[in-house]
Each structure stands twice: as structure tokens, then as C-alpha cells.
């Protein structure tokens, strides 16, 4: 019997996840249903509470925070946005640079030195991020875009008092919440117009000329999404002063009910003892 000749067809390439920032998810939970002023201040008092400690101890209780709203709202793993492989190669260069230091302890590898205590500092530092952007994403997956700029108008409320600019402040942050997603397509349509105007034929080049290229292929994408950014600005602004300005200051419409009340007080209490003991 003949062997059978090996199969020379390629599997297609899997479909990297996009990147996709502030995609409410489609379902009701008990995060879904709290007042969008609710979860800001959540996030404001951790930030305050590991700006103020930041110890593991501090983290964890953090992190059980965030943990359990995640699983109170049923985040499915896909809404997990996949970052670039350049991000972890950073992620990663930044330990090794930082396990050079001298911090103590340090453990001697023959005659290299390895600082145990900076590499725990980078840890914690890189924990604290790594929550941060997890609560601030669970605000995005449970909180419409349209819900946030009217919270904001009743949390700064006060502020009127000192004569501040509160409308203008607020009518600024929800413009910019909404234009991120947009902005965050059109550099995707320029990464995809980018990877299209590749030549097909990969010519045979040097480190330092595979780099030089690298540099202005990255030079050429921030030129075009500073360009592209101006655009949208400038159609925004003339779009605005075509309706007439901005018209009237941003009212609040949701009113927080009892379960934030219970909420805020169990999430004020972890962050005060904490602070405490």
C-alpha cells in the first residue's frame, strides 16, 4: 500500500478579536439596573482607596469588588477585549528591566543580580492597573453611553455653587465618550487600509532597514488619525452650531433607588476599613 501523500491544504487564520471599547451588553442584571452615578462612584472611591493604599491588601479587596460585580452582571468571556501582542512584549521587557534594579531582596544568579522586591512593586503596580481598567470596563458594559453625561450633571450638581462650569464640563465628557468608539473604528479602518497597501512580495532586508520601516509606517498611521481626528472635530463643531450651540444644560433624568443605596454603603464600608485598619 502507498503511504497517503500529506495534506498541503492551510487552515484559514484565525480572526483576531476586535477591539471594542464602551459595548454595552445586551442583557439585564442587578449592574445593568443601578443608577450610572452608582457605578462612577465606585470607581472614583477604589481609584481614591489604592491612590491612598496601595498594598496587596488594599488590591485584593479591590479586586473582590470588581470580581463580584463581573459576576452579579454575567460578563461573558468574549466581551473580554484581546490586546496586541506588542502590549505584552512591553508588559514583559518592563519586568525584566525592572528585576535590575537594586531594591532588596535580591537573589544572586551567578553574576547577575535579580531584585525580588522590585519585581513585587512591578506586580502590584501592574495589579492596580489591570483593576482599574476592569471596573472602568464593567461601567462600560453595563451603563448605556446616554446614561452617563445626566449622572454626571447630578454628582457635580454642587459644584454650581462656586460658579464652575459644570454644563460645559459635562456636555464635553459626553461628547468625548461618545466619539471614542468612533475614533477607536476609524484607526481600525486605517490599520486595515495600512495592511492592504502592503506589497504581496516580501523583499529580503536587514534589521535596521525592517525597523526604519516599522518607524515610519507608525509615523504615517499617527499623521492620518491626527488628520482624521481634526476632521471629525471640525464636522462635530460645524454640526453643533448648526442646531444652534449646544443647547440646554444636560437635566438628570434616573434618580438612584434603594439598591444603590445598599450598594455604595457595602462598597464604602470595604473602602473605609481598608483606609482604617
Do not use: C, N, Y
Not at 451603563?143 to 452617563?148: A, E, K, R, S
Not at 450638581?157 to 460658579?163: F, G, S, T
Amino acid at each position: 500500500m502507498s503511504a497517503a501523500a500529506p495534506s498541503t491544504e492551510r487552515r484559514p487564520a484565525r480572526r483576531p478579536r476586535d477591539f471594542v471599547l464602551l459595548r454595552l451588553l445586551p442583557h439585564e442584571s442587578p449592574v445593568h439596573r443601578l443608577w450610572a452615578g452608582t457605578k462612577l462612584l465606585i470607581v472614583l472611591g477604589l481609584g481614591i482607596m489604592l491612590s491612598l493604599r496601595p498594598t496587596w491588601p488594599a488590591l485584593g479587596a479591590a479586586a473582590a469588588v470588581v470580581a463580584v460585580g463581573i459576576a452579579a452582571a454575567r460578563v461573558p468571556a468574549g466581551a473580554v477585549p484581546r490586546l496586541p501582542r506588542w502590549v505584552w512584549v512591553l508588559v514583559l521587557a518592563d519586568a525584566v528591566l525592572t528585576m535590575r534594579s537594586g531594591t532588596p531582596p535580591l537573589v544572586h544568579l551567578g553574576s547577575v543580580d535579580i531584585s525580588i522586591g522590585a519585581l513585587g512593586d512591578w506586580a502590584l503596580l501592574v495589579g492596580l492597573a489591570v483593576v482599574i481598567l476592569a471596573a472602568a470596563l464593567l461601567v462600560g458594559w453595563t451603563t448605556p453611553l446616554g446614561d452617563v453625561a445626566p449622572a454626571l450633571a447630578r454628582l457635580a450638581a454642587p459644584l454650581r455653587a462656586l460658579r464652575l462650569p459644570v454644563d460645559e464640563w459635562v456636555v464635553a465628557v459626553g461628547l468625548a465618550i461618545r466619539s471614542l468608539p468612533l475614533l477607536v473604528e476609524e484607526i481600525r479602518t486605517l490599520l486595515a487600509v495600512s495592511r492592504l497597501r502592503r506589497p504581496t512580495t516580501q523583499v529580503p532586508m536587514g534589521w535596521r532597514r525592517r525597523l526604519g520601516t516599522a518607524v515610519r509606517d507608525v509615523e504615517g498611521l499617527l499623521s492620518t488619525a491626527v488628520v482624521v481626528a481634526l476632521r471629525r472635530a471640525r464636522d462635530l463643531a460645524d454640526a453643533i452650531e448648526a442646531r444652534g450651540g449646544l443647547g440646554a444644560p444636560v437635566t438628570p433624568s434616573a434618580t438612584p433607588g434603594a439598591a444603590d443605596g445598599f450598594v455604595l454603603a457595602g462598597v464604602a464600608a470595604v473602602i473605609v476599613a481598608v483606609l482604617v485598619l
